[in-house]
T-cell receptor, first 112, second 113 residues
């Protein structure tokens, strides 16, 4: 079974803080994605990576950055958290051969 | 640009009923179509993946079909149970180097005991 692990299920941060969301998967050489999910807006792609040190902007990259130093780990960084970044953040692993996605449990971030 | 629509946004049925969830997409050059389930406050769980060369996939009480010519996919749930209550999302993958899926906004299913 594919396993995608997000390090924190719930976080509460203050405006202006730097926030790291970590995602680890147990498959090698696969694509990784960060989405945010908000009521009424659905899932929106923030960034994705198809290899170590490679990253591509998704639909809403503003205010976020990412890091992929190892194949199994993909981090989402909020350089200076703002209240409009309060959301559910979902990490996913994508199989290149089929495009099939596998999601982690999600990280609920609240920015006060 | 691929767009994915799920109608209705919410559905309530009595336990034991067979039901169909709908997913429509605009670009028929779809590589695959994936169905997910999401419980409140949780991530998405992959249910079924249908490749473009396939017409349907089955897993237990679930059957998903794909009709590229009409731009439609359906998820059939047989003998629904209260534990099936969740949001069901479909997502289309159009292939290519962007590796991105396009998601529908989901159908919230409630199965009443």
């Amino acid at each position: 079974d594919v396993k995608v692990t997000q390090s924190s299920r719930y976080l509460v941060k203050r405006t202006g803080e730097k926030v790291f969301l970590e995602c680890v998967q147990d498959m090698d050489h696969e694509n990784m994605f960060w989405y945010r999910q908000d009521p009424g807006l659905g899932l929106r792609l923030i960034y994705f990576s198809y290899d170590v040190k490679m990253k591509e902007k998704g639909d809403i990259p503003e205010g976020y950055s990412v890091s992929r130093e190892k194949k199994e780990r993909f981090s989402l960084i909020l350089e200076s958290a703002s209240t409009n970044q309060t959301s559910m953040y979902l990490c996913a692993l994508g199989r290149r051969a089929t495009g099939e996605l596998f999601f982690g449990e999600g990280s609920r971030l609240t920015v006060l | 640009k691929q767009e994915v629509t799920q109608i209705p946004a919410a559905l309530s049925v009595p336990e034991g009923e067979n039901l169909v969830l709908n997913c429509s997409f605009t670009d028929s050059a779809i590589y695959n179509l994936q169905w997910f389930r999401q419980d409140p406050g949780k991530g998405l769980t992959s249910l079924l993946l249908i490749q473009s060369s396939q017409r349907e996939q089955t897993s237990g009480r679930l059957n998903a079909s794909l009709d590229k010519s009409s731009g439609r996919s359906t998820l059939y749930i047989a003998a629904s149970q209260p534990g099936d209550s969740a949001t069901y999302l479909c997502a289309g993958y159009s292939g290519g180097s962007n590796y991105k899926l396009t998601f529908g906004k989901g159908t919230l299913l409630t199965v009443n005991p």
